[in-house]
């Protein structure tokens, strides 16, 4: 079922994941009014349907009853429609080693036969805001180059602290800054598809959207974040200022794990032949410190959903190793971290441990 | 209140922390019937006033109804008959960065008052039957040396594998196995009331108390364990043998955690003169793999109770960082566990974050 309909003229955008991030990257899209904007949405499909969402943002203020053009409870249900969707916009988290059926190139199949069935010739352009690094491999290996010849793939990355507070509730904290450029920065149709993208997205006086010509270097950048922040936090449950102010001496959690976390990425970067520049250190630090708020890997272990490790800290790791890179800060930090999602695995039924013979009986 | 009567010829025994420890080592000292066993129970003495404890022991069996001579609700309590206690067996938590009253030294001056008061002339012993390195130098440097004129300061080294599961339930897993010595290993009393303490404890068949000539090696050879397996355990949140087998490829966490943070607690030992041989690595990993036990530490953090980080790792650390001695793994550990501690102590009240300011306000 779809409530409402489409009535802009337009390109038609598609989002899946109606979490924190993907309910502003649809509102930005709706605001700018210059495309029809469907959402999936699965676990607040009802409420959404009947009462809208309420969202309190530091964009865009107060909103309530808010609907985007279209609402679907699944893909299945997106596609009964027979629209082509020229964006396919991918908010959800990205879990490589979760179930095979979130996988973002599981997702994406069902809407790439139905556009290809409706178009053969036309482009489809896939947009994952996401984290991490190297997330583009999974979907490039899955598919073969016939499926992909009509596909582009875009990267955005984007600084939000958006979450879902409850039910049909969104809470923006940080401004929306999203960057798009090509995963591939050579693609001359990425380039194309990212300049229209930011062309439906931009609103003036609203949010910053940005053409990043240099997306590995932006995702590095962002790692330096993830990889030492919000890792950290998913260990102790703690929100970021406390981290920092909890420490010993007030300093040693930026001086022993936050500076060492992200001047190790800095160098896997490096040997990538990417250079951030250390001032980033500081800088995202001190972002840190001056905004009460809690990253999604904590937030995914309050609310016993799985973490992003892989993409932020195993992707990372893998390239440091083949290029030699010592990481001995995130190496911790990253088997400490498997267990906690083993520990959220088992609690999702994902895998099994035997408690007569303690070993492990399965794996998913 | 003292529920009982002191009807056994032999010393007085005053155990303080009715713990799995506590309790075990009570009924171990009961069971051999040549001292008279005090207890100072404070959560669960209402129960065990009126229905006793229930205990399951691998090394005793299954009890019901048991209590030891004499219940005591508090320390003064327990001074209220004018007894003078011979030994004084700490088995609580020892965590020095918590509350002042809850330290060993503030626990210990009302009952060394008492005693001086009964007989100036006759020694305490006081045993310390808890984990982790240096815990003695609180007393030491907390009382003068004339208060210390006629206390002999026992330490216990216990493997036991014993949890209160509920209100007056106690259940013991692993044998009971205690090594008791001098701080001093050249005190010659001290010496001579751990052999009186070893005859009132022992129960041949039952449990192995020995006694411990090299309580210093014997403590950084149980720190093995601690600091590598029960801080783990702590952060997430795991028992031991999930730990090991939700690990990446089945091993990272005993090759990239344990294993290391074992080593650095063995060259830290070097650095002090005291070798400890590199299999007890194995050791202590292999009965690991085979006991479902969650650690103290990590029951701890469940519990939301402090947990022993200082004397299991803030000690060690301090004496690497004296000596020189680089431990990149306990010091990470160390520091994403004194945010947990941090967390626990704001939990329970003992520190408060400005959520406005975004800073701590005050620490006890």
Redesign the interface.
Known sequence: MSAGGSTVKGPNVLIIGAGGVGVITAYSLWFKNKCNVSVVIRSDYEIVSQVGYSIDSCDYGKIENWRPHSIHKTIEDSLSSKIFYDFIVVTTKNIPDGPVASRVSTILRPILTSNTEIDPKKESNILLIQNGIDLENEIIQTYSRDELENVTLLSGIQFIGSTKIGPGKIHQLGKDRLFVGGFDSCDIKARNASQEFIEIYSNEGYNIVEFEPRVRYARWKKLLYNAAINT?TA????DV???L????N?D??EK??YEPAMREIIAIAASEGIIIEEEFIDFFINIS??L?FKPSMCVDREKNQLMELEIILGNPIKVAEKNNVPV??L???Y??L???Q??LK?ELGLLK?D?KT???QSTT
Do not use: G
């Open positions: 950290t260990l102790v449950q703690l200022p406390r981290t102010e909890f420490a010993k007030k040693h959690t022993f794990i410190r001056n009460l001995p800060t190496f911790l930090l088997n400490l498997t267990l906690v083993s520990k088992e441990f408690e303690l070993k492990l």
